[in-house]
């Protein structure tokens, strides 16, 4: 394929347990990995590939994926008191249900990572409610729909300016 297309449009789902032969792999391919950032506040949080001091240019980061619970959702109902500090104390500022989410998505797009995506539920600041999928559960998945009313003319002018500060405005 590397010699057929000028770039492979591949990103490599670099979640979990990563073995020496992928490293070597993505290496080799120059493929991007994922940076998720429900994923770094435990005790190892300066160390933490996950936590966007630590992200390389060739990554994609994401404030979460269709298989976590929305930002929102995660803060208010699964993480632990010690996480929850160590978020406060990384971000700057406490923060609640109710800017969580705007700290969480600047901190994706002021990543060095090279593509930040931000799932829409996140943009609007939605909880569990709007959780797209919970693994090894059979029900309840992949019912949650974007109403055309949810999207905001403040939300879309704040999502803008984000990311005219931060540089990521396509050319």
Same mark, same amino acid.
């Given at each position: 394929?590397k010699a057929?297309?000028?770039?492979?449009?591949?990103?490599?789902?670099?979640?979990g347990l990563? *073995?020496?032969?992928?490293?070597?792999?993505?290496?080799?391919?120059?493929?991007?990995?994922?940076?998720?950032?429900?994923?770094?506040?435990?005790?190892?949080?300066?160390?933490?590939?996950?936590?966007? !001091?630590?992200?390389?240019?060739?990554?994609?980061?994401?404030?979460?994926? !269709?298989?976590?619970?929305?930002? /929102?959702?995660?803060?208010?109902? +699964?993480?632990?008191?010690?996480? /929850? /500090?160590?978020?406060?104390?990384?971000?700057?500022?406490?923060?609640?249900?109710?800017?969580?989410?705007?700290?969480?998505?600047?901190?994706?797009?002021?990543?060095?990572?090279?593509?930040?995506?931000?799932?829409?539920?996140?943009?609007?600041?939605?909880? /569990? +409610?709007?959780?797209?999928?919970?693994?090894?559960?059979?029900?309840?998945?992949? +019912?949650?729909?974007?109403?055309?009313?949810?999207?905001? *003319?403040?939300?879309?002018?704040?999502?803008? +300016?984000?990311?005219?500060?931060?540089?990521?405005?396509?050319?």
């Amino acid at each position: 394929m590397k010699a057929r297309f000028e770039s492979l449009p591949i990103v490599n789902e670099d979640l979990g347990l990563i *073995t020496p032969d992928v490293r070597e792999l993505m290496d080799r391919f120059g493929l991007p990995g994922m940076q998720v950032l429900l994923f770094p506040f435990g005790d190892d949080l300066a160390r933490n590939p996950y936590v966007p !001091h630590n992200h390389e240019r060739n990554c994609l980061v994401y404030t979460g994926t !269709h298989d976590n619970n929305t930002v /929102r959702g995660w803060l208010e109902t +699964e993480m632990q008191t010690g996480d /929850r /500090r160590r978020l406060d104390r990384y971000l700057g500022r406490s923060v609640d249900g109710e800017n969580v989410v705007r700290e969480m998505v600047r901190a994706a797009l002021m990543s060095v990572a090279r593509i930040a995506i931000l799932p829409v539920q996140d943009v609007l600041g939605l909880g /569990r +409610e709007a959780r797209m999928n919970t693994p090894a559960v059979a029900a309840g998945n992949w +019912e949650w729909q974007l109403v055309e009313a949810q999207l905001a *003319t403040a939300t879309a002018r704040e999502l803008r +300016e984000m990311t005219e500060t931060y540089g990521r405005v396509p050319r």
